[in-house]
């Protein structure tokens, strides 16, 4: 058989992850999105070693995940070492147990090498298309350099807007192109 029908009454269980995230794909993108909602996963230094990721919606290749409002999730840094630098990511994590069909998300701290140079590289990561049956991806959120035993972080993701946001943004578009037309 190959129509299908989603979101229709069929008389048995039939919505899979795999038919949502085809929708959310063709809705929002096959990219990696940050969502706006929640605390947008913003990160919260707690200790040089402790780092609070807060509330947020993602989308990454059609899978949602999230940490719900209100909550959060810790991410522990290894120590850093005197007069040392190293770069670390923060990613979340998708991965996929093929044998037992089971999806799962976790953010997870990926480990860079130390360097006496300041110009640290940032630790590779697997970068899979989960679309197209990857079993793993990595959608990186921040960066952690370390300098010594002090850690600053840095945000990789935007936050992608919304639809009411950016049909707000082509109507000001359109008051600026009916004024400039009036002039």
Same mark, same amino acid.
């Given at each position: 058989?190959?129509?299908?029908?989603?979101?229709?009454?069929?008389?048995?269980?039939?919505?899979?992850?795999?038919?949502?995230?085809?929708?959310?794909?063709?809705?929002?993108?096959?990219?990696?999105?940050?969502?706006?909602?929640?605390?947008?996963?913003?990160?919260?230094?707690?200790?040089?070693?402790?780092?609070?990721?807060?509330?947020?919606?993602?989308?990454?290749?059609?899978?949602?995940?999230?940490?719900?409002?209100?909550? #959060?999730?810790?991410?522990?840094?290894?120590?850093?070492?005197?007069?040392? #630098?190293?770069?670390?990511?923060?990613?979340?994590?998708?991965?996929?147990?093929?044998?037992?069909?089971?999806?799962?998300?976790?953010?997870?701290?990926?480990?860079?090498?130390?360097?006496?140079?300041?110009?640290?590289?940032?630790?590779?990561?697997?970068?899979?298309?989960?679309?197209?049956?990857?079993?793993?991806?990595?959608?990186?959120?921040?960066?952690? &350099?370390?300098?010594?035993?002090?850690?600053?972080?840095?945000?990789?993701?935007?936050?992608?807007?919304?639809?009411?946001?950016?049909?707000?943004?082509?109507?000001?578009?359109?008051?600026? &192109?009916?004024?400039?037309?009036?002039?």
């Amino acid at each position: 058989m190959a129509v299908e029908i989603i979101t229709g009454h069929t008389g048995k269980e039939h919505v899979t992850a795999e038919a949502a995230g085809a929708l959310h794909a063709g809705v929002i993108g096959t990219g990696k999105y940050v969502l706006a909602g929640g605390d947008q996963f913003a990160a919260e230094i707690v200790s040089n070693n402790l780092i609070k990721i807060k509330s947020g919606e993602l989308v990454n290749q059609g899978r949602h995940m999230r940490i719900p409002v209100n909550s #959060y999730e810790e991410v522990t840094i290894q120590n850093g070492t005197q007069k040392m #630098y190293r770069s670390d990511l923060i990613v979340m994590r998708y991965k996929k147990n093929t044998s037992l069909q089971v999806e799962s998300a976790e953010l997870v701290v990926i480990k860079g090498k130390a360097s006496s140079s300041i110009q640290t590289s940032v630790p590779s990561y697997v970068n899979g298309n989960i679309l197209s049956g990857a079993t793993q991806d990595d959608f990186p959120l921040y960066r952690v &350099s370390l300098s010594g035993l002090t850690i600053s972080v840095t945000k990789l993701f935007s936050v992608s807007p919304t639809i009411e946001m950016l049909s707000k943004r082509i109507d000001d578009i359109g008051k600026v &192109s009916t004024a400039k037309l009036l002039t």
